[in-house]
Nanobody, 121 residues
Framework: QVQLVESGGGLVQAGGSLRLSCAAS????????MGWYRQAPGKQREWVAA???????NYADSMKGRFTISRDNIKNTMYLQMNSLTPEDTAVYYC???????????????WGQGTQVTVSS
């Protein structure tokens, strides 16, 4: 079992910055990759960024150059640094973890409860 808890959301003015955190607990050694998703009201959940245990990162096109994903394996915490925020970034941001596939188990996704990010104009 893996538990994920997001924090760091809040209200920020356009052009400002926020740093989100995702603390993982439980069977953290089984995590192969982590990522961030977001969901705005009335819209589908959207992939934001991902990071593998070795440190390789990927970003959605609209987030490149503004968002930075990182991971502290000692603290079992993932971060999303968000800069140059716009009202279009307003959404609930969710942490996701993918577990390692084994002969006994297929990889599994775990989700946090989400943290609200609101960007005012």
């Amino acid at each position: 079992q893996v538990q994920l808890v997001e924090s760091g959301g809040g209200l920020v003015q356009a052009g400002g910055s926020l740093r989100l955190s995702c603390a993982a607990s439980g069977s953290t050694f089984s995590i192969s990759a982590m990522g961030w998703y977001r969901q705005a009201p009335g819209k589908q959940r959207e992939w934001v960024a991902a990071i593998a245990s070795g440190g390789n990162t990927n970003y959605a096109d609209s987030m490149k150059g503004r968002f930075t994903i990182s991971r502290d394996n000692i603290k079992n915490t993932m971060y999303l640094q968000m800069n140059s925020l716009t009202p279009e970034d307003t959404a609930v941001y969710y942490c996701n973890a993918l577990t390692i596939a084994t002969k006994l188990r297929a990889p599994e996704h775990y989700w946090g409860q989400g943290t609200q990010v609101t960007v005012s104009s």
